[in-house]
């Protein structure tokens, strides 16, 4: 089974307003799920989804450094940890970002397939609420 999803997205945007909707909680909450979030090593953070559309998620930054974002990511209701990398990169006209999302094997079975899949549309879905949020919200770049 495939364990690592990866994506990447050309934004027109430069990368500190890039920077600022992953790492800012205000921002993330606007265009991602309501979050407790700080871009600082060690920090609990939390996602929690209005309405009960999905399960919160839990997690730990692992990494805040510029341009690059580490944190573990704990579904609640199906409690294995993976993890969710963001690196940013600057390049002509805006910024070139990759997300990856890694450890998804440490699921059992078919839960692993299905995990796989959700978190596949679910980061599709993130990117393209990311790309409305930078152009109508913040109208970065």
Same mark, same amino acid.
């Given at each position: 089974?495939k364990d690592?999803?990866?994506? @990447?997205?050309?934004?027109?945007?430069?990368?500190?307003? &890039? +920077?600022?909707?992953?790492?800012?909680?205000?921002?993330?909450s606007? +265009?991602?799920?309501?979050?407790?979030?700080k871009? !600082?090593?060690?920090?609990?953070?939390?996602? =929690?989804?209005?309405?009960g559309?999905?399960?919160?998620?839990?997690? !730990?930054?692992? @990494?805040? /450094?510029?341009?690059?974002?580490?944190?573990? +990511?704990?579904?609640t209701?199906?409690?294995?940890?993976?993890? &969710?990398? +963001?690196?940013?990169?600057?390049? !002509?006209?805006?910024?070139k970002l990759?997300?990856? *999302?890694?450890?998804?094997? =440490?699921? *059992?079975?078919?839960?692993?397939? @299905?995990?796989?899949q959700?978190? =596949?549309?679910?980061?599709?879905?993130?990117? /393209?609420g990311l790309s409305?949020?930078?152009?109508?919200?913040v109208?970065?770049?």
């Amino acid at each position: 089974m495939k364990d690592i999803i990866s994506k @990447e997205q050309l934004f027109n945007h430069p990368i500190q307003k &890039v +920077w600022d909707a992953i790492t800012n909680q205000e921002q993330i909450s606007t +265009w991602f799920i309501p979050a407790t979030f700080k871009a !600082e090593k060690g920090f609990q953070y939390s996602f =929690n989804a209005a309405g009960g559309e999905c399960s919160p998620i839990r997690g !730990e930054v692992l @990494e805040a /450094t510029p341009y690059t974002l580490i944190y573990s +990511w704990i579904v609640t209701e199906n409690p294995m940890e993976t993890i &969710v990398k +963001w690196v940013l990169e600057e390049v !002509e006209g805006g910024t070139k970002l990759y997300l990856e *999302h890694s450890g998804i094997s =440490n699921y *059992h079975g078919e839960t692993a397939i @299905e995990m796989f899949q959700s978190f =596949n549309g679910g980061w599709d879905n993130c990117l /393209t609420g990311l790309s409305g949020y930078l152009k109508d919200i913040v109208h970065a770049g």
